[in-house]
Structures are given as structure tokens and as C-alpha cells.
Nanobody, 123 residues
Framework: QVRLVESGGGPVQAGGSLRLSCAAS????????MGWFRQAPGKEREFVAA????????RYADSVKGRFTISRDNTKNTVYLQMNSLIPEDTAVYYC????????????????WGQGTQDTVSS
């Protein structure tokens, strides 16, 4: 069992920045690929970013590439999502997720999920 707790969300104006954190507890954090997903009102959950267990490989959704950066600190059991140049379309609940088996953009393959943190970007 892996427990994930997100933090760092909140209101921000367009063009601003936020840094989300996801603290993990339970099994060995460094054994897991980590991902960030988001869900806007009335929309399906979508992939945002993912990072390999070592942090050496990352992947991003086209909509956030160049603006968001995913990173991890295995000594702190934490994964981060730095979000810059935010736009109103980034408004969503952001979830972190853990996946032991696959470096994937597909939510269905992630085994553990946090409760989510709300980001609201105003224009």
C-alpha cells in the first residue's frame, strides 16, 4: 500500500506559477513511477506528466510541455509538479499517482492515487 498526499494547490492569476507536492508513505517510493493527472469540471481525467523511478526520464502532455516540470526527491519520498505560465485552462483538480509496473500516460495502470488538490487559474 502506498499513501499519497498532495499539497500546494490554490488560486492563482493567469501567468503565475504554482508548485504542487505529493508526499508518499508506505512502500519504497523509489520503486514507483509517478504521474500527475488532472480533472476539470465536466471533463475526464487527463494525463499531465510522469517521471521514472530514478527521475532520469520524464514525459508530458502536449498541453503543458514547456510550462510544467515534474521532478522527484527519493530521499524525501516526494514528487513535485512545477507549473509556470498558468492559463485558465489549467484549472482542475490535480492528482498524483503511483505505478510500479509501467511508464505510462494511461490512468488505468496507476495503482495508487492521492485525494487531489484544486488549482484555480483566473484570467
Amino acid at each position: 500500500q502506498v499513501r499519497l498526499v498532495e499539497s500546494g494547490g490554490g488560486p492563482v492569476q493567469a501567468g503565475g506559477s504554482l508548485r504542487l507536492s505529493c508526499a508518499a508513505s508506505g512502500r519504497t517510493f523509489s520503486n514507483y513511477y509517478m504521474g500527475w493527472f488532472r480533472q476539470a469540471p465536466g471533463k475526464e481525467r487527463e494525463f499531465v506528466a510522469a517521471i521514472s523511478w530514478s527521475g532520469g526520464s520524464t514525459r508530458y502532455a502536449d498541453s503543458v510541455k514547456g510550462r510544467f516540470t515534474i521532478s522527484r526527491d527519493n530521499t524525501k519520498n516526494t514528487v513535485y509538479l512545477q507549473m509556470n505560465s498558468l492559463i485558465p485552462e489549467d484549472t482542475a483538480v490535480y492528482y498524483c499517482a503511483a505505478n510500479a509496473a509501467s511508464y505510462t500516460v494511461l490512468a488505468k495502470y496507476y495503482d495508487y492515487w492521492g485525494q487531489g488538490t484544486q488549482d484555480t487559474v483566473s484570467s
